[in-house]
């Protein structure tokens, strides 16, 4: 069966069940509650827009099969980003028997302002106020009662993180109800709606709702609306709602959201209750602390000491250590050699498993020996920075150096998360506003924000020089990132965005979700890894039987030898950082343990494999999220400017005769 009839087959298995749709604000807990429902997991953490694309599992309700549908979460019904879009398109495309709504019961104005709009699309739904243990411990409780009264829907609390309330989530997920509350806006907007509504086709949401879409100057919907009307009416809608702007000094959206937020206002009013806070003090300490112009300085700085210690000193130094010289030098390549000697018959066969350029003694001793220890130690660190709800609070702190680049902090979140994984964060761009934004961030993260292979190798290579060299790298490569980032911001047009990012509470990190992530994460780095080191392996096997290798090196070294000043060896390192970045780091980090390079050598080929191209499956991901011309432009200022870069660098360190 191939893939096409494959999805054929599945589509159509879909489309016999049911589809219940979890939406909600983001970071509210949906993740949670599908993988709950499920038992199917999907990455939780703890900062806004860690979904950026729709998820589905079964589930079973009074035995009976369902479809569930995780999503992005939304701020609104009008996609203001690409993840958001991903949301209102699947309620406009697919007809769900269910809407379930997640909710972050501390901040009620928000869901409701969410509820009244999915209410205007007149599909069923229910509302689930979860974090009930937070919002407690901020002395606030909800009138469920009255709520339901107000809204005419069902609606349960749960704690997803204790399962707290799912059954009774399940219960009522068998009594959806189209909400009562209808909102009514300005005489000169209601009007607008009927005549634009008498124009609009049968859809799944109902015609006011879109109607109030395209008068909020929704544009994307347009897409929708050049499928299912033709452009004459098309131009008709618009110009009814150029008119109804017309007639008014304000903004037609704004109205419309005053509206809504005063209306949300009103019924929050109704039923919050006040209590005694519950909560201790430690966590809204840390909290504030942590975002403080001064004093979220040194606790950054503590932060990525622990880091260093934990994957750099730990992982890569003690870890590696261990792996490479006790349970592979000692072990693994010694028998492995043997058994191959004594079963593999021909030379050449041997050489390539065992030899210089063996897929065994370098291939699959790189690979776990060098960065399987330490991703698991990046990992396992990244994990729980991401659970306690402190990378948000970076990118507030460094709002206002990116600023200065013409970058809003909300960049900074895919960015940060690149240094995780470069891939990855390329498709977190999603969550920015504008293409201008996702560019740039596209391409800084192709250009100088090394992921967390390549930062344990490079820790690893650093913690063995000095502490002066470590400094000297970081502020390259964070020179590079402004400089760049400066630069693109002008070259690159459209609108800056301002900066407007949910900050979630710090939270204590789940240990459970912390390993489920971290397994998941190295399992996936294995299986897309591993296959490129032994392809590398094998290039430079070939070639070096070819004898191209030498010639190779040869013709490399103008720039390597010349311009670097690096031994012409290092040129394989090169090779393979064409294929990962953190295999040829990989390739350096054991050149520089043998005593290869000199510790100036060292520092020069550091910065340019961190400027070097992302590995191919972050080039295939930009082509995949911005194109091949833009990934092949990228590539080609990336390129040239890690040579240079690194040319320069070699300069300065002699003609300074900088000591290391
Ligand atoms: N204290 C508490 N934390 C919760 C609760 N539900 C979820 N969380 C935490 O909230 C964070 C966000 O959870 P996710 O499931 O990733 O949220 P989401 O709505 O899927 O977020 P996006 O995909 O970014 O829209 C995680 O750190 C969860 O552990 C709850 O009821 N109480
Ligand atoms: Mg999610």
């Not at 501390?106 to 009930?132: C, F, H, V, W, Y």
């Amino acid at each position: 069966m191939d893939i096409q009839e494959r999805r054929q087959r599945h589509r159509g298995k879909d489309k016999h069940y049911k589809r219940i749709i979890l939406v909600g604000n983001p970071n509210v807990g949906k993740s949670v509650i599908f993988g709950l429902l499920t038992g199917k997991y999907v990455t939780v953490s703890n900062y806004p827009g860690t979904t950026v694309e729709i998820t589905h599992g079964n589930i079973a309700l009074n035995g009976k099969r369902y479809l569930l549908t995780d999503t992005p979460g939304v701020n609104s019904l009008i996609p203001m980003s690409e993840d958001e879009k991903v949301t209102r398109d699947i309620l406009l495309k697919e007809r769900p028997s269910l809407l379930v709504q997640v909710a972050d019961s501390k901040s009620l104005k928000r869901t409701l302002l969410l509820t009244l709009q999915i209410a205007e699309t007149g599909l069923p739904m229910i509302l689930d106020l979860n974090m009930e243990d937070e919002a407690r411990d901020k002395g606030m409780i909800i009138n469920i009662q009255k709520l339901r009264e107000i809204l005419g829907i069902e609606i349960v609390t749960t704690i997803a993180p204790q399962k707290k309330g799912i059954k009774e989530l399940k219960n009522s997920m068998l009594m959806p109800s189209k909400p009562l509350t209808e909102l009514r806006y300005t005489p000169l907007i209601e009007g607008y709606i009927e005549k634009i509504s008498l124009l609009l086709p049968e859809a799944h949401l109902s015609r006011r709702s879109l109607a109030l879409m395209i008068l909020s100057g929704d544009e994307s919907l347009r897409e929708w609306l050049f499928g299912n009307l033709s452009p004459e009416v098309i131009r008709e809608i618009e110009g009814f709602r150029d008119e109804c702007q017309s007639k008014t000094n304000e903004a037609v959206s704004s109205v419309i959201n005053r509206k809504r937020i005063e209306f949300a206002d009103e019924i929050a009013k109704q039923v919050i209750q006040n209590i005694v806070p519950e909560g201790g003090w430690l966590f809204p300490f840390i909290g504030r602390f942590s975002m403080h112009p001064v004093w979220g300085i040194p606790l950054f700085l503590l932060v990525l000491f622990g880091l260093y210690e934990f994957v750099g000193v730990f992982g890569a130094g003690t870890l590696v250590a261990f792996f490479e010289k006790t349970i592979f030098g000692n072990y693994i390549n010694p028998m492995a050699t043997k058994v191959v000697n004594l079963l593999v018959p021909l030379d050449i066969f041997r050489e390539m498993l065992v030899g210089q350029y063996g897929l065994i003694t370098v291939a699959v001793t790189y690979a776990i020996a060098i960065i399987f220890p330490i991703t698991v130690t990046f990992f396992i660190a990244f994990a729980i920075l991401e659970d306690t709800g402190y990378l948000p609070r970076l990118a507030i702190m460094s709002n206002r150096v990116f600023n200065l680049m013409g970058l809003n902090g909300k960049a900074v979140l895919p960015m940060i998360l690149g240094l995780g994984c470069g891939t990855m964060a390329v498709m977190t761009a999603r969550i920015l506003e504008t293409r201008r934004d996702r560019i740039i961030i596209t391409f800084l993260l192709a250009l100088a924000i090394p992921c967390s292979a390549q930062i344990g190798v490079v820790l690893g290579m650093l913690s063995a020089l000095s502490f002066k060299a470590t400094i000297i790298w970081a502020g390259t490569i964070s020179l590079t990132l402004l400089v760049s980032g400066f630069l693109a911001s002008k070259i690159v047009k459209g609108e800056r965005t301002d900066f407007f990012l949910e900050i979630p509470p710090i939270r204590k990190p789940d240990a459970m979700n912390i390993i489920i992530k971290t397994v998941g994460r190295v399992e996936w780095y294995l299986k897309e890894a591993v296959p490129l080191f032994l392809l590398g392996t094998f290039i430079l096997f070939l070639l070096h039987k070819l004898d191209l290798l030498v010639l190779l090196e040869k013709a490399a070294s103008p720039v390597v030898v010349n311009l670097l000043g690096l031994p012409a060896k290092t040129t394989e390192s090169f090779i393979l950082g064409f294929l990962r970045r953190d295999y040829g780091a990989a390739g350096l980090f054991a050149m520089a343990e043998k005593g290869l390079l000199t510790p100036v050598q060292s520092l020069v080929s550091l910065v340019t494999i961190t400027l070097f191209i992302p590995c191919l499956a972050n080039v295939f991901m930009i082509v995949k999220e911005r194109g091949v011309k833009m990934a092949l432009g990228m590539v080609a200022i990336v390129f040239p400017l890690a040579f240079l870069e690194g040319g320069a660098l070699n300069w300065l360190l002699t003609v300074f005769h900088v000591r290391l």
